[in-house]
């Protein structure tokens, strides 16, 4: 049960983070929209950075990326969520609250996608965050992605311990 309530936790975190980015889009003091077209567009990276080359300044990809990285919040949020429901669900029940973790698991799976690959590898590496004096995200992503990867350990690790369980059917640590 606390494995699941750990998921609900982190569930609620990204369908909060979704709702903000929809419900306040282009405020420049509440929304990540001058964040994302910061990083693609290398607003605050040294011009004699070398990687002026990799900016990409135009308000359509921007767009595309901002709704992509929201849909993609609100998606993680909701597989999360049903993983959540059908853990506390099944909690009794070891195989089946095993089999209810694939939620689980394709919902870290789409945190890591957003946060270590999206944040972390691309705007990161690829737009350089880390020289961006105005735009950088690499701290938040880090801890999201760090965040996402306990909840896929935590789980993983109960689900492995349950197996060596001889009495009872509890589950979630």
């Known amino acids: 049960m606390v494995t699941s309530l750990f998921v609900v936790m982190v569930a609620s975190y990204y369908l909060v983070v979704g709702f903000d980015n929809v419900t306040n889009p282009t405020n420049p003091n509440g929304s990540n929209w001058p964040f994302v ?17 990799r900016f990409i300044d135009a308000s359509w990809f921007a767009g595309v990326s901002y709704v992509g990285i929201i849909a993609t919040e609100i998606l993680t949020g909701v597989v999360l969520l049903i993983g959540a429901v059908k853990g506390l669900r099944t909690s009794a ?14 919902g870290g799976f789409l945190g ?3 946060y270590f690959f999206g944040f972390i590898v ?7 965050m880390y020289l961006n004096s105005k735009y950088n995200g690499l ?14 350990i935590f789980t993983a ?10 009495d009872g059917p509890s589950v979630g640590a």
Do not use: H, Y
């Open 157 to 166: 690790l109960v689900m492995i311990g349950g197996r060596f369980e001889d």
């Open 93 to 106: 029940r070891r195989d089946s609250w095993d089999r209810a973790q694939k939620w689980t698991f394709a």
């Open 139 to 152: 701290d938040p992503a880090f801890q999201n992605s760090v965040i996402v990867l306990a909840m896929v």
């Open 112 to 114: 890591l996608l957003l």
């Open 37 to 53: 077209t910061g990083v693609l567009s290398g607003d605050g990276v040294p011009a004699d950075s070398g990687f002026g080359w």
């Open 122 to 128: 691309v705007g990161g590496n690829w737009f350089i």
